[in-house]
């Protein structure tokens, strides 16, 4: 009685969970799916969105995570998209810079009729040294501009009077653009033409090195390029409303008109005369034959004397070590240019290349990721210059073991100086579209948790096993071994 008793208990505990289950699945099956619904009720690892009633999410890509100190190693991080300058081409006569090679061919010079060619290199300076007459300075003129410098040179010195001069630019170092990175051929390249651009950059740089994982093109430009862009009524213009800096402002105010009622001011009132107060003008005066300051501007810098000394103090006190810290140069601008786009035949990335320009085309991401904690085949993988997100990591391992609780998942990634940080994400709610997925970096660590109630879950969810038909199996360790005998 008393064994039929126990197995009677055991039956009705088991069948009570098997209700109990029905019970629940049944009960909530009416609740929406938010990501969050009845499938993770005894089944954590079950993500995913699947309602059929909500309409297709998009959701963005990161690629860093917004809260991780991740500045110091963005790339480019002052990159900005091409504007409409950058697609404009300019027409204009190439001028003659520093380091290029021109030849200079002169007629009459050592016998008549007879042409006497010579090729130099321009200097630093921006000259040329041409027989006879010494340097003659060429640099940023046009070659018809250099031909008359040259023949005016030699007319100046009384040996030709009308030269017939021809100068021609046989290396043109001013109009060359470099290219490096993920190129085949990477190095410095002449501007062929004024209608130059990125995608004749690459040609000339043999294509990229890797068909998948490049998005980015980057070009570093100077100023000074950007100015040339622009159409020569446009250059150095003052914008509306401003005017040109008075040359009066520059001259020394030497009057000794105007420094006499300041001296008498001052030389009164040492005396202890009563005098009114002097005009509120600015000079210098000289007082006991020593020249000083008067006026507002002496007196702002007497305030900021003080100051200026305390913080003088302040960085002696301070130890000095290593190099200074460096600024970001503002003679610079950063194009970025979307690569996947230009591909893909969006010509507004097609911009124009100026003289100097720096192509760089990053190098993919390559390098090894690692998945651990409760995944299914936890281990190493390869980054293979793909851009891998983490869903598609989750998946590639197999997914989630029968304890993971995805919302609870960390990733650990490695910063400069030898750093990590350790940022906390939901597997859940980044499936259900409820949180934007992330590109993994090399030397991550994606390490899926768990917790207390995740064995429990796995026991119950382990415990049936129902089959087709209208029947089920339960564990045996629900059954009692003395009944069987």
Known sequence: MFTTGILSAKRAIGVG???????VVGGCSSVPNDGQGPKGLLDPTAVGNFNKTEKPLVVPILKDLDIMPEGSEAQFASAKPPTADDLQVVRSD????RNDLITVSITDLVAAGVETTTTKRVSESGNVSLPLV????VLDLTEPEAERAVADAYSRANLIQNANVQVVVTEARARTFSVWGAVSAPGQYAIVNSDFRVLDALVLARGVTMPVGINKIYIIRSADAQEQSQPADQQAQPSEGQTAPSTDLLKPQSDASSAMPLARAVYLQTEGEEQPAAPATEGVVVIEGQQKEIGPAADQAATAQPAASAADEGQSSQAFSGFSALKEPTDKRVIEIDYAGLKSGELKYNVVIRPNDMIMVPEPATGEY???GHIMRPGVYSLTGRNITLKQAVVSAAMFDALAIPSRT????RLPD???VFVRVDLDKIFAGQQSDMYLKPNDIVNVGTNAAAPFLASLRGAFRFTYGFGFLYDRNFNDRAYNR
């Open 134 to 137: 010494g340097t003659v300075r």
């Open 410 to 413: 960390e990733i650990i990634r």
């Open 17 to 23: 969970a098997v209700v109990a289950a029905a019970l």
């Open 94 to 97: 190439y001028r003659i810079g």
């Open 370 to 372: 690692y998945m651990g």
């Open 418 to 420: 030898d750093r990590e």
